[in-house]
């Protein structure tokens, strides 16, 4: 059970802290520069741990293994995040901003899920849909 709750448990914790970094990132400082010192950060830490964690270290032998996906896994989070720092600094709240976020992507990914990984669209995943969109009127609603 733990196997499956730590990593949901840090992917929840790591989002609420990457939303409230991307909210208070100084809205005098471009984005990019402030990415600039977060992949930094990042790539520091990733190494570190690589060499910590991984009994047979070879940093070069899994660079071997690399295919397209890595290469615009850093694009796509470049859009991600930068998507995310003009969001909050054009007046997104953050009380709303994910939820609105997460639940289009909710939807978008259960299409995406069907047509590239075979996925079945069951009865519970479109009252969930609906669910969702249903929520997204009473979050926005003034």
């Known amino acids: 059970m733990l196997k499956l709750l730590w990593p949901m448990a840090l ?24 990415l600039i010192i977060t992949y930094v950060t990042g790539a520091v830490v990733s190494l570190i741990l ?6 047979d270290a070879n940093i070069f032998r899994e660079f071997q293994k690399t295919s397209w996906a890595p290469v615009i896994f850093g694009l796509t989070i470049v859009g991600l995040e930068v998507g995310w720092v003009f969001a909050y600094k054009s007046g997104w709240p953050i009380s709303t901003a994910q939820v609105v976020q997460s639940a289009f992507l909710a939807v978008i990914l259960i299409f995406v899920g069907a ?5 079945a669209i069951t009865w519970n995943k479109i009252v969930g849909v609906v669910i969702c969109l249903t929520g997204l009127v009473f979050i926005n609603y003034k």
């Open 11 to 34: 992917v929840i914790f790591s989002n609420v802290m990457y939303q409230i970094c991307a909210k208070t990132i100084p809205q005098e400082m471009n984005p990019f520069a402030s």
């Open 50 to 55: 690589y060499f910590v964690l991984e009994k």
């Open 115 to 119: 047509l590239l990984f075979k996925e």
